[in-house]
């Protein structure tokens, strides 16, 4: 199996930066990703990483480190509407379904 | 497209009673998986399906059933229902191939309670 490890809470303050990390290991990778998760509500896609190195799109960016087994999503200029929790989830090679972490609930404050 | 639909959004069964999860996608996707998610953990895979008429159990089965009689829809039934059973469950598709491959597309979920 895959064993995925994220902090269980982070809280952080509008308009500041956050960076969630991710390690895994797993026997063979595909790629990693990154779910967001509103309270109630269903996971949505933000990002997919099968490469080394940084994936941006927009406030949101995704780095990944095959050789570490590490991968963290950034989330800048914090807004309210970020409050939720951030599944990471590991592609192992030889499968299509994905593992995922217990998630990570970032807190923004006023 | 309405994506992956999922009903009833809620329900609260008796002990011992049976019920099952509708879950419809229009994406024509071949994979179809349910989860479930108790308060403040990640999700557990309760069965997949690589297409209809395939199926296969994930690391929590016991206690729920599938079928797959269409690439559409991956009902999921619970027999004899117990309170461990409480959950959110989430059904999700994703795709064989194409540029979103494998990327997962959840339905709204289903809060169950059993009392």
């Known amino acids: 199996g895959q064993n995925i490890d994220q902090p269980t809470e982070m809280t952080a303050t509008e308009g500041a930066i956050v960076q969630i990390n991710c390690t895994y290991q797993?026997?063979?990778?595909?790629?990693l990703f990154w779910y967001q998760q509103h309270a109630g509500e269903a996971p949505t896609f933000l990002s997919y990483?099968?490469?080394?190195g940084l994936e941006e799109k927009g406030r949101f960016s995704s780095f990944l480190s095959r050789s570490k087994g590490y991968s963290y999503l950034l989330l800048k200029e914090l807004q309210m509407k970020d409050s939720a929790s951030y599944l990471c989830?590991?592609?192992?090679?030889?499968?299509?379904?994905?593992?995922f972490g217990a998630g990570t609930t970032v807190t923004v404050r006023a | 497209n309405a994506g992956v639909t999922q009903t009833p959004k809620f329900r609260i069964l008796k002990i011992g009673q049976s019920m099952t999860l509708q879950c419809t996608q229009d994406?024509?996707?071949?994979?179809m998986y349910w989860y479930r998610q108790d308060p403040g953990m990640g999700l557990k895979l309760i069965y997949y399906s690589v297409g209809a008429g395939i199926t296969d159990k994930g690391e929590v089965p016991n206690g729920y059933n599938v079928s797959r009689s269409t690439t559409e829809d991956f009902p999921l039934r619970l027999e004899l229902a117990a309170p461990s059973q409480t959950s959110v469950y989430f059904c999700?598709?994703?795709?064989?191939?194409?540029?979103?491959?494998?990327?997962?597309?959840f339905g709204p979920g289903t809060r169950l309670t059993v009392l």
């Open positions: 797993t026997s063979g990778f595909n790629g």
């Open positions: 990483n099968v490469l080394d």
């Open positions: 989830a590991v592609w192992p090679s030889n499968d299509y379904k994905l593992s």
């Open positions: 994406m024509n996707h071949n994979y």
């Open positions: 999700a598709s994703s795709d064989s191939t194409g540029p979103s491959y494998n990327e997962q597309f």
